[in-house]
């Protein structure tokens, strides 16, 4: 039997959001590695992974593929909660706190902060640039439609925000590590009351006066000015 958990927790992330996360997640992974295996003859090696240099060359616009579907259904499921309001300008205007871990000193916001903010839309800009160069770069289909100076194009743009798409994919891990209890979202679906109460609190409110997707131990969930145990 599993053992019930004595903390209030808040769910976060369905089923499907996790599952479709992690497809994303391992599309970058792969596209990444397949990437830089072409990209610089010193990378090279990667191609085993893959079975080889032209099975690099043939799985990797596939794996974008997938990416783009996969990363569309995240943006869909996720895109009403990422528009810029008012709560990210003081928010940012607390960064020093942000980097301190002086979470007393940040003003309240809603499902995610600025900076979560701007990661999915630096994603979503990047993997539009990406697939739409990588599609001027997929010799098999679409060569014959663009001129040469055109696909030279198309390979700084690929590369550029190949670049700067890891940067990103890079900071979004270090932050989810960073911020204790972060994972468990992804993992578990949940987070405790007390992660929710100094990250998200405007978020935690709303949970709470909907009456949904908080469970307490004692079936109770009531959060005024003091937080949730852990």
Not at 3 to 11: A, I, K, L, S, W
Not at 133 to 155: N, P
Request: aromatic share 14%; proline share 3%.
């Amino acid at each position: 039997m599993r053992r019930q958990e004595r903390v209030t927790t808040v769910d976060r992330y369905s089923t499907g959001d996790r599952l479709n996360h992690w497809v994303t997640a391992a599309c970058l992974i792969l596209l990444a590695l397949s990437g830089f295996a072409l990209f610089h003859p010193s990378l090279f090696f990667l191609t085993a992974l893959f079975g080889g240099g032209q099975w690099t060359r043939i799985l990797h616009p596939f794996i974008g593929i997938v990416l783009v579907v996969s990363f569309l259904g995240l943006f869909l499921r996720f895109v009403i909660y990422n528009f810029p309001n008012m709560d990210d300008v003081r928010w940012l205007s607390h960064l020093g706190a942000v980097i301190d871990g002086d979470e007393e000193r940040l003003p309240e916001v809603g499902r995610y902060n600025a900076l979560q903010k701007l990661v999915f839309w630096g994603m979503a800009t990047f993997i539009t640039l990406l697939v739409l160069s990588g599609l001027g770069l997929w010799d098999v289909y679409f060569a014959k439609y663009l001129t040469i100076e055109q696909r030279r194009w198309c390979a700084v743009i690929h590369s550029i925000s190949a670049v700067f798409i890891t940067l990103i994919v890079i900071l979004h891990i270090y932050a989810g590590i960073w911020v204790r209890g972060t994972v468990r979202a992804m993992t578990l679906g949940s987070v405790t009351g007390g992660w929710a109460w100094r990250h998200h609190r405007k978020w935690l409110r709303r949970e709470v006066d909907e009456g949904k997707h908080v469970h307490a131990p004692d079936s109770t969930a009531t959060f005024g000015d003091r937080a949730p145990a852990e």
